[in-house]
């Protein structure tokens, strides 16, 4: 009699387990349904808050992860002695520009950053000319080796120097071509992967914004 | 008839020289920023012979150097790496494409502004030259 009863007890724990099992699973689902799975960018459900940096943008001006709050900031990694992957990546977004979104519905504008991970070559004046040849609304960024790392390191953006000599300045930079999104809170919440479609890009930033405001 | 001899031979060597081009499609350089260092050049390499043309340099007197790199993702990165020949084979065909190989133009020796034309000139193993002109476009 008291082996039925453990039995029953085992039994029922086990149901009881069981139905709590679903629940969480089915909650969980709920829960991530709100992200579009349906893009080609990756939308983070918990997006990612940046620690400390200190960057130059082309106008020589301080650029800090305060500089991303209150608004959208796209970034792209790269160099301007790339003859390929960079060039058609800020083409790429200066044909979603023209069709994306300019502002979520609480009025955030949208930004973008060609950050330069090649500031011995790269100085604010090139970077400038260069971005805004692309769109005069682009805006350049790098900074010190030290606080480039910092910032490359916490978004997952890698870069490496093939061959490069001291004082030459004839060598490639291997680098990451994922465009990355930053929230309005600066927070990275979407990443974009390679090959670019503009028109991907522009339709989904749409779907991102009503992403961003039901956090 | 010694000179007759040397004369035919000469031609048929000259012949068998220009028999080695190959035809292109899709020639065109993307305008980049006036500042921009280098410059990315795309064609289709077309090869409707029967012997496999290998490419063994470039150059371009707009240029200060042109290279053929291929591009690939390693390590999570981009990766381009200049290649020292690039043979096309015989009755089929190569792409220089966007996120490719491409041609690396380097240290562009004026502004090249969309509709302006570049000869950029192909040297083979086999010593014999081919002449490309390749236009700048938006």
Not at chain 2, 16 to 21: I, P, T
Not at chain 2, 33 to 38: E, G, L, Q, R, Y
Request: aromatic residues 10%; negative net charge.
């Amino acid at each position: 009699m008291k082996k039925l009863r453990q039995i029953t007890l085992l039994i029922l724990v086990a149901v009881i387990s069981l139905g709590i099992g679903i629940w969480l699973s089915k909650l969980k689902q709920q829960q991530t349904s709100a992200i579009p799975d349906d893009l080609n960018a990756t939308v983070l459900d918990k997006p990612r808050p940046l620690s400390p940096f200190t960057l130059e943008d082309h106008d020589n001006k301080h650029f800090t992860r305060d500089s991303f709050k209150g608004q959208w900031s796209y970034l792209f990694f790269g160099y301007t002695n790339c003859p390929d992957v960079c060039p058609l990546a800020l083409k790429v977004m200066q044909t979603a520009w023209n069709s994306m979104p300019k502002t979520d519905s609480a009025g955030h504008p949208v930004k973008m950053y060609f950050v330069s991970v090649d500031p011995d070559r790269d100085s604010n004046k090139l970077l400038k000319d260069y971005t805004t040849y692309f769109n005069p609304e682009f805006i350049g960024l790098t900074g010190e080796a030290d606080q480039l790392d910092i910032f490359t390191n916490q978004l997952g953006i890698l870069y490496g120097f093939e061959d490069k000599a001291k004082d030459s300045d004839n060598y490639l930079v291997n680098h990451s071509a994922q465009f990355l999104l930053i929230n309005p809170k600066g927070q990275l919440q979407a990443v974009i992967s390679p090959p670019h479609e503009a028109e991907k890009i522009a339709s989904e930033l749409g779907e991102i914004f009503k992403f961003y405001e039901q956090l | 008839m010694r000179t007759l001899t040397t004369t035919l031979l000469i031609l048929l060597i000259s012949f068998s020289v220009n028999s080695a081009e190959l035809n292109t499609s899709n020639v065109r350089i993307p305008e980049a920023p006036p500042v921009a260092p280098v410059m990315a050049g795309y064609m289709t390499l077309i090869n409707d012979s029967n012997k496999d043309i290998t490419i063994t340099s470039i150059n371009s007197s707009l240029y200060k150097s042109v290279e053929i790199h291929s591009m690939s993702m390693k390590d999570g990165m981009m990766h381009m790496e200049q290649l020292d020949h690039f043979t096309i084979p015989a009755k089929g065909q190569r792409l220089l494409e966007p996120g490719g190989y491409h041609l690396m133009l380097i240290k562009p020796q004026k502004t090249l502004r969309a509709g302006d034309t570049i000869d950029v000139i192909f040297h083979y193993q086999d010593k014999t030259t081919q002449t490309f002109n390749f236009k700048v476009e938006k």
